[in-house]
T-cell receptor, first 113, second 115 residues
Framework: KNEVEQSPQNLTAQEGEFITINCSYSVGISALHWLQQHPGGGIVSLFMLSSGKKKHGRLIATINIQEKHSSLHITASHPRDSAVYICAVKRDAGGTSYGKLTFGQGTILTVHP | GAVVSQHPSRVICKSGTSVKIECRSLDFQATTMFWYRQFPKQSLMLMATSNEGSKATYEQGVEKDKFLINHASLTLSTLTVTSAHPEDSSFYIC???????????FGEGSRLTVL
């Protein structure tokens, strides 16, 4: 089982729909990143969370440390939101993996007009 | 906002040649940078952690003599794929950790094709 699991792997939506992408992890973390990878490959960091909730425009990210779960929400989705969304966790102190990022497998989002 | 520039974005080379990829933080200093590899339809895999002024730390299974990393300044890390082979064809991405805030910024990636 992967240490970082995302669901769904593929998501298709109609423009305007509310979208949720989930991320569950099984290791101790100090922070969680949500990343967006465009078709050309470039990556943009959307959020870095260690607790609670963050909002930026139509994007909202939440994290529940006790449940080891995070969600990325997109409100009023638009075709330009089509991309791969990746959850990545930064390992917490302890062990040789401290500070390293472990990535989920990504969620491919396609928003149709 | 902070930008990380990666160059070249695409490179095609013959088998046996060496290829250098640059990762540059344009408006911040980064003592630590990271190099990742991504195979088609797969997620990113950390290859190594690049530290300015010291040797890079490689992940298990990554050949340090094959993938040479140099981090000679606070704004530049380079990855050299030596004696490239077709199986080295991949998408290579760097990220830079901003000194002070610890924010992570990613480059646009470099697609390497070895013929």
């Amino acid at each position: 089982k992967n240490e970082v699991e995302q669901s769904p792997q593929n998501l298709t939506a109609q423009e305007g729909e509310f979208i949720t992408i989930n991320c569950s992890y099984s290791v101790g973390i100090s922070a969680l990143h949500w990343l967006q990878q465009h078709p050309g490959g470039g990556i943009v960091s959307l959020f870095m969370l260690s607790s609670g909730k963050k909002k930026h425009g139509r994007l909202i990210a939440t994290i529940n440390i006790q449940e080891k779960h995070s969600s990325l929400h997109i409100t009023a989705s638009h075709p330009r939101d089509s991309a791969v969304y990746i959850c990545a966790v930064k390992r917490d102190a302890g062990g040789t993996s401290y500070g390293k990022l472990t990535f989920g497998q990504g969620t491919i989002l396609t928003v149709h007009p | 906002g902070a930008v990380v520039s990666q160059h070249p974005s695409r490179v095609i080379c013959k088998s046996g040649t060496s290829v250098k990829i640059e990762c540059r933080s344009l408006d911040f200093q980064a003592t630590t940078m990271f190099w990742y590899r991504q195979f088609p339809k797969q997620s990113l895999m950390l290859m190594a952690t690049s530290n300015e002024g010291s040797k890079a730390t490689y992940e298990q299974g990554v050949e340090k003599d094959k993938f040479l990393i140099n981090h000679a300044s606070l704004t530049l890390s380079t990855l050299t794929v030596t004696s490239a082979h077709p199986e080295d064809s991949s998408f290579y991405i760097c990220s830079a950790k901003r000194d002070g805030s610890g924010e992570l910024f990613f480059g646009e990636g470099s697609r390497l094709t070895v013929l």
